[in-house]
């Protein structure tokens, strides 16, 4: 079974950056179309952004221009650069398949606050 581990958050003030990655206890990222999500508290989870495996890529409305999805094949990892964080990206973010149907990792907190 598949076990995705997402690292990288943390505490970090309004307008500041981070870089989320996702790695995956099996090669999985040659094929799919991979995706971020986040879950705040109380809400619903949110698909943030998707990359093909051509490295096309999509992204909610709310992090377009702020938010890059990228992966590296030759290290097996995705990626999720977020610039100009805003307090409404607090959340925990999760990888997975657009479809959402490998086994969900913990996700990493991230924390917008000044």
């Known amino acids: 079974q598949v076990q995705l581990m997402e690292s990288g958050g943390g505490l970090v003030q309004p307008g500041g950056s981070l870089r989320l990655s996702c790695t995956a206890s099996?090669?999985?990222?040659?094929?799919?179309?991979l995706a971020w999500y986040r879950q705040a508290p109380g809400k619903q989870r949110e698909l943030v952004a998707a990359?093909?495996?051509?490295?096309?890529?999509n992204y909610v409305d709310s992090v377009k221009g702020r938010f890059t999805i990228s992966r590296d094949y030759a290290r097996d990892t995705l990626y999720l650069q977020m610039n100009s964080l805003k307090p409404e990206d607090t959340a925990v973010y999760l990888c997975?398949?657009?479809?959402?149907?490998?086994?969900w990792g913990q996700g990493t907190q991230v924390t917008v606050s000044s």
């Open positions: 997975n398949r657009v479809d959402g149907r490998l086994p």
């Open positions: 099996k090669n999985i990222f040659s094929i799919n179309t």
């Open positions: 990359i093909t495996g051509g490295g096309s890529t």
